[in-house]
């Protein structure tokens, strides 16, 4: 099947290649995101196999079906980012991984948490200046602490598991609670209690409109003072102003963050030479206790060669008419 890669970065091609050669597709790689003024590109292809900043709303989606587009392969695990009710109405299929490695982005998760806490990178800046001073270095033991875990799926029951092995208290919040997050040893509790306990709060849910900003200015005044707050899920949960205001204050002792809302024209790429004109990323990036990872949550050599093969898979599913276990529906 003739395929259209938006977003695509070297080690896109390099393990989308690989994944190819049991599945033989023809592969058209495109340095472009998926948006309005992209969508041609795309003419002629049955499939677009996209990633977490490339858009597929009802106007994308319409201008796809035109140039003969029916397939949308999400290359991630969110699907916030395709109105799945237009390629219903389209009749377009979307699928995406529900599943690759929930080790890579929980650990990611983990190593966020550890270094914004022992502020490992302060103190690799300034060793690299033979500054030795300990002061201002000061973390806290995770041993005997208590950890929110707010969306208690794939990700976050891993997260849970490594925070239980370090001896915290794990509590969780989720819409649809399962018993697999209680069998690791973790309960749930309700967002007030979660608020007032946790001392350090991780975010492991989809963004959709109940979720989008679920962590703003009330909800942080109502956590307990001082609580990290980690998010690896998607930027929108948070109002990223609100997490700034309470970082002045002290509210929030520190945020680090992997994913950011307003990402789309900044991450996956090299801005080092350009003026960045994002206020408040900017304003982000200069606290001492905060933290920022450009999307890198899933990047392992493990995760990668499952992403590609289950993508690829999934479009030989599609041209072949085999049932399409990884599909999206409305
Ligand atoms: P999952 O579907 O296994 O788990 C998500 C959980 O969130 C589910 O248990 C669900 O019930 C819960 N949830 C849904 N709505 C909720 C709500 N309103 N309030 C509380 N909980 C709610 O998904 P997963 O594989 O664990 O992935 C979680 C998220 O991680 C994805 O949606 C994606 O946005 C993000 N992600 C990020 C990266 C990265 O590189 N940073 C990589 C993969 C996934």
């Known amino acids: 099947m003739k395929v259209a890669v938006f977003s695509a970065k070297p080690y896109d091609r390099e393990y989308l290649d690989a994944a190819n050669v049991a599945e033989g597709h023809q592969l058209k790689y ?11 590109l795309a003419a002629g292809y049955y499939a677009v196999c996209i990633f977490v900043n490339d858009t597929a709303d009802a106007a994308v989606l319409d201008a796809l079906k035109r140039g003969g587009t029916n397939l949308v392969a999400l290359r991630c695990t969110g699907f916030n980012n395709v109105d799945l009710k237009a390629a219903e109405r389209l009749g377009m299929k979307v699928v995406r991984v529900v599943s690759y490695s929930p080790n890579s982005v929980a650990e990611h998760a983990v190593a966020l948490l550890l270094a914004i806490n022992r502020k490992i990178h302060r103190a690799y800046n300034r060793t690299r200046d033979f500054n030795f001073s300990l002061d201002g270095l000061m973390g806290f033991d995770f041993c005997g602490k208590t950890v929110a875990v707010v969306g208690t799926g794939k990700i976050g029951c891993v997260f849970a598991r490594i925070m239980l092995g370090f001896g915290c208290n794990v509590v969780g919040y989720d819409a649809f609670p399962t018993p697999e997050f209680e069998a690791l040893g973790a309960r749930y509790a309700l967002p007030g209690e ?11 849910c989809p963004l959709t409109p109940q979720t989008r900003h679920i962590i703003n200015a009330d909800t942080l005044r109502r956590t307990k003072r001082g ?24 509210q929030l002792g520190g945020l680090a963050l992997d994913v950011y809302e307003q990402e789309a024209d900044i991450f996956f790429r090299d801005l080092s030479s350009t003026i960045i004109t994002d206020d408040v990323l900017q304003r982000l990036v200069s606290f001492p206790n905060v933290i920022v990872t450009g999307h890198q949550a899933f990047f392992t050599h493990e995760a990668m ?3 590609c093969q289950t993508t690829l898979r999934s479009v030989t599913a599609c041209e072949s008419g085999k049932p399409l276990t990884n599909e999206i529906k409305a």
Request: net charge negative; no cysteine.
């Open 227 to 250: 609580a990290l707050l980690v998010n690896t899920s998607r930027g929108g949960l948070i109002d990223t102003e609100a997490a700034i205001e309470a970082l002045k204050s002290g």
């Open 30 to 40: 495109f340095d472009d995101l998926l948006e309005m003024e992209s969508a041609g």
């Open 194 to 204: 979660i608020g007032a306990s946790a001392d350090i709060i991780s975010l492991h």
């Open 305 to 307: 060669t499952t992403i």
